[in-house]
């Protein structure tokens, strides 16, 4: 898409972008964690309906508990169930990291990647000790 640019009677056209995109701008820490943390939150959602799913076959003593226990010791659902605790535990510490931005701390440039760093490595640790406890 293109504007133009007029100067006296002559236009000339100047290709440019209408509007900020993925090709303008680099990948960044900050945008890389807001959109992760819309994502998580969107599949921490998900995941907790299967949760609710899973927890009311147990009660009503349906059949389809069977099949879901077959799924969550399956390696898939190995996999599903780590995924889904780092996606909760991630979002629970940025949301954490969030609550302190809402508080007016943090703002510094340095301090918002240094948050976001200690986010990333909290997130991995206390889904490492998750699953290497139970």
């Known amino acids: 898409m293109t504007s ?20 303008v701008y680099q990948p960044q820490l900050t945008s890389v964690m807001s959109i992760m943390h819309r994502i998580t939150g969107v599949f921490s959602f998900l995941g907790s309906l299967l949760l609710l799913l899973w927890l009311m076959t147990l009660a009503w ?22 995924l889904w605790s780092l996606g909760l535990v991630y979002h629970l510490c940025n949301g954490i990291r969030h609550l302190f931005w809402d508080a007016g701390i943090g703002f510094e440039l340095k301090q918002i990647y240094k948050s976001g760093y200690v986010v990333l490595a909290a997130s991995l640790f206390l889904t490492s000790l998750i699953w290497l406890t139970r």
């Open 61 to 82: 003593e349906l059949p389809l508990f069977g099949l879901l226990q077959v799924l969550v010791h399956s390696t898939l659902g190995q996999v599903l169930l780590f």
């Open 4 to 23: 133009s640019h007029r100067s006296g009677a002559r236009t000339t056209p100047i290709s440019r972008p209408l509007s900020p995109h993925l090709q």
